[in-house]
């Protein structure tokens, strides 16, 4: 039996729900590194090997100073005024339910959707996403970009896991429920 490829939300948030700062700002993030903790992220990415992503995402991840961190994926970025490629991602600016179906009858790894706030948006309105993972972070930020938009249909979730780490963030893990 082959598998099913799943279409992974894999993201932080602020407890009240927002990804950055209404600037983009990530930087609170950091509030929750305690070295060699990752989270879990070092065993998820074992499991994709296809990374989407918006273009403002992308340009956030390449402002660090550190190497491409989805090296040995494919990868494709959502844009609306970007296309071809450069050495690291695939740009893509046609219907994302187009490029997902496309992606699920290759055979591979689960496809990790690392953002952003748009890209998760346009998934969810699709119901493309089949299982969530939230890491809360303790801090309430009060304003910035959200995470979920107002205005997509409702869906159901099942939760498959909640874990709680001494540096107070939380991660709750869901999968959709279809049918």
Same mark, same amino acid.
């Given at each position: 039996?082959?598998?099913?490829?799943?279409? !992974?939300?894999? %993201?932080?948030?602020?407890?009240? $729900?927002?990804?950055?700062?209404?600037?983009?700002?990530?930087?609170?993030?950091?509030?929750?590194?305690?070295?060699?903790?990752?989270?879990?992220?070092?065993?998820? &990415?074992?499991? &994709?090997?296809? %990374?989407?992503?918006?273009? =403002?995402?992308?340009?956030?991840?390449?402002?660090?100073?550190?190497?491409?961190?989805?090296?040995?994926?494919?990868?494709?970025?959502?844009?609306?005024?970007?296309? $071809?490629?450069?050495?690291? !991602?695939?740009?893509?600016?046609?219907?994302?339910?187009?490029? %997902?179906?496309?992606?699920?009858?290759?055979?591979?790894?689960?496809?990790?959707?690392? $953002?952003?706030?748009? !890209? !998760?948006?346009?998934?969810? @309105?699709?119901?493309?996403?089949?299982?969530?993972?939230?890491?809360?972070?303790?801090? #309430?930020?009060?304003?910035?970009?959200? #995470?979920? =938009?107002?205005?997509?249909?409702?869906?159901?979730?099942?939760?498959?896991?909640? @874990?709680?780490?001494?540096?107070?963030?939380?991660?709750?893990?869901?999968?959709?429920?279809?049918?």
């Amino acid at each position: 039996m082959t598998h099913q490829r799943q279409l !992974v939300l894999y %993201i932080a948030a602020s407890l009240d $729900g927002y990804i950055a700062r209404r600037d983009g700002d990530i930087g609170w993030l950091s509030m929750v590194e305690a070295p060699p903790e990752d989270y879990g992220y070092a065993e998820f &990415v074992k499991t &994709v090997d296809t %990374i989407i992503m918006g273009r =403002k995402t992308y340009e956030k991840v390449l402002s660090f100073d550190i190497p491409w961190p989805h090296a040995g994926r494919k990868c494709y970025v959502l844009s609306k005024t970007k296309t $071809g490629s450069d050495e690291n !991602v695939e740009f893509y600016n046609g219907p994302v339910a187009e490029l %997902i179906a496309q992606l699920r009858q290759k055979p591979g790894l689960d496809i990790y959707c690392d $953002g952003g706030a748009d !890209v !998760v948006d346009e998934l969810m @309105r699709q119901d493309l996403i089949d299982r969530y993972t939230v890491s809360i972070i303790p801090v #309430l930020l009060g304003d910035g970009i959200a #995470l979920f =938009k107002p205005g997509r249909p409702e869906q159901k979730l099942v939760c498959t896991g909640s @874990r709680a780490f001494p540096s107070g963030l939380v991660q709750l893990q869901y999968e959709r429920k279809r049918g």
